[in-house]
């Protein structure tokens, strides 16, 4: 999953909202510092506080990522949207096309749910805009193995730049994905890939709801309101044992 997918349904607390995007904004700017879920779990028992609620948030990213990639639709889109790269780049040994598959699933998943509610896109900046960039920095210090000073100076440019919203056409989606490329050291991608995004936002489209099956994501993609019910109700809707694996909204192990 990616920011978006992360975030949507958590837009009532800024901080909490934050957390389910650290991981990924370290994934930019600091790859060196990782929030283990043992080490971050302590911190989420004291939700009132900053931290706590943006160890809450990164822990709710570690849940969501793990199951997510677990599901069938994650596995069967991934592997038609792998496809369209592989039969585009024939084979050149440059390219990892199942990275691709896998990337492009996640970012184009994003690019649906904002096509569906693009109001929601902008909740999610303004309320990201609350935050307190030094405190998500903080907190991420004290939980983390080694420190960052990186991400503070991250989150506004996160907010002034708003990639999201290029998610929307295929020409800046494939600028975004070359970012990504150069920042893992991967050969960036030809502008013919423009046309392998078209058609797997297709395929993702007709997938979303095998992606984010609604007895884990919480929203249900046949009824248009069901975000909005989701996001009221966000908090409660499950949790994971980490030394059992993924539990369901009961809290038995599945």
Request: proline fraction near 5%; glycine fraction near 6%; charged fraction near 30%.
């Amino acid at each position: 999953m990616n920011y978006f997918a992360h975030g949507l349904r958590f837009l009532k607390d800024p901080h909490f909202l934050a957390g389910t995007a650290v991981p990924d904004w370290l994934a930019v700017v600091d790859r060196r510092v990782r929030l283990r879920p043992r080490r971050v779990a302590p911190f989420a028992e004291t939700p009132r506080s900053v931290i706590g609620q943006v160890a809450a948030g990164v822990l709710q990213h570690t849940r969501d990522d793990l199951w997510f990639h677990r599901t069938r639709g994650f596995a069967e889109t991934t592997s038609l949207v792998t496809s369209l790269f592989r039969r585009q780049l024939d084979g050149d040994p440059r390219y990892r096309t199942g990275f691709l598959g896998h990337i492009s699933t996640e970012l184009l998943l994003d690019a649906v749910l904002i096509e569906r509610w693009p109001e929601l896109l902008d909740r999610y900046y303004a309320v990201l805009g609350d935050v307190d960039p030094e405190a998500v920095q903080r907190a991420v210090n004290r939980m983390a193995r080694g420190a960052t000073s990186r991400l503070a100076s991250f989150i506004p440019l996160f907010l002034k730049e708003q990639i999201l919203r290029d998610y929307a056409e295929s020409r800046r989606l494939l600028f975004r994905l070359n970012q990504v490329m150069r920042r893992i050291k991967l050969e960036p991608l030809p502008a013919s890939i423009e046309e392998v995004l078209a058609d797997a936002r297709e395929v993702v489209r007709e997938r979303v709801a095998d992606l984010l099956p609604a007895e884990w994501f919480g929203v249900c993609f046949a009824e248009e309101e069901g975000v909005a019910d989701a996001v009221e109700e966000a908090r409660s809707v499950r949790f994971i044992d980490f030394d059992r694996g993924i539990a369901n909204r009961k809290g038995k192990p599945s």
